[in-house]
């Protein structure tokens, strides 16, 4: 059956530093990938999406990047991060035409 | 564009109530209406597809092109229903638009 790995679950950094948030996918081949981010109070808004290795689609403009080096791998990267950064990231994978399944999610706070 | 409103964020019930959660949507095509549900501690999982037109877990939703609407209904709900509850939709693109969510409280 398929699994969807995302990590770290939690994670507090200082304002300036870098950042990296993985996700993985097994059990599936060439997925559909997508990073979304839920800030307080808010639903929760794609920020990016993939449809295959090298492929990204960015939503809304912002101080992240995404990047897929493998068919089940997505990236969620800053060089470094603002303040307002800060929320719940999901990672979430589907097949084409079938709805969505997500991760834990990490909890990104920053200092 | 589009976009889902989820009018209410906070809803109590007691046991064995009816809970209805409200939907709208606007969207210019035809599109896929979806509500996920996150229990406590657990990650967010579909609870289920307009075009499934199934029942789970008791809920029910159907979709209302005349008045873009989608709402979750359950005509006698449990303590267990208690949750994060969001409506979603989708154009066919991969994209999912995401309504803000309602916090559901069932009482005893």
């Known amino acids: 059956s398929q699994t969807i790995h995302q990590w770290p679950a939690t994670l507090v950094q200082p304002v300036g530093s870098p950042l990296s948030l993985e996700c993985t996918v097994e059990?599936?081949?060439?997925?559909?990938l997508y990073w979304y981010r839920q800030a307080a109070g808010r639903g929760l808004q794609l920020l990016f999406y993939?449809?295959?290795?090298?492929?990204i689609s960015s939503e809304v403009p912002q101080n992240l990047s995404a990047s897929r080096p493998q068919d089940r791998q997505f990236i969620l990267s800053s060089k470094k991060l603002l303040l307002s950064d800060s929320g719940f990231y999901l990672c979430?994978?589907?097949?084409?035409?079938?709805?969505?399944?997500f991760g834990d999610g990490t909890r990104l706070s920053i200092l | 564009a589009q976009r889902v409103t989820q009018p209410e964020k906070l809803l109590s019930v007691f046991k064995g109530a009816p809970v209805e959660l409200k939907c709208n949507y606007s969207?210019?095509?035809?599109?896929?209406l979806f509500w996920y549900v996150q229990y406590s501690r657990q990650r967010l999982q579909l609870l289920l597809r307009?075009?499934s037109r199934e029942s789970i877990k008791g809920f029910t939703a159907d979709l209302n092109k005349g008045e873009t609407s989608f709402h979750l209904k359950k005509p006698f709900a449990q303590e267990e229903d208690s949750a994060m509850y969001y409506c979603?939709?989708?154009?066919?693109?991969?994209?999912?638009?995401f309504g803000a969510g309602t916090t559901v409280t069932v009482r005893a």
């Open positions: 979430a994978w589907s097949s084409v035409g079938q709805p969505q399944h």
């Open positions: 059990g599936t081949s060439n997925p559909n």
């Open positions: 993939s449809v295959g290795i090298g492929q």
């Open positions: 969207y210019s095509g035809s599109p896929e």
């Open positions: 307009h075009i």
């Open positions: 979603a939709l989708s154009g066919g693109d991969y994209k999912l638009s």
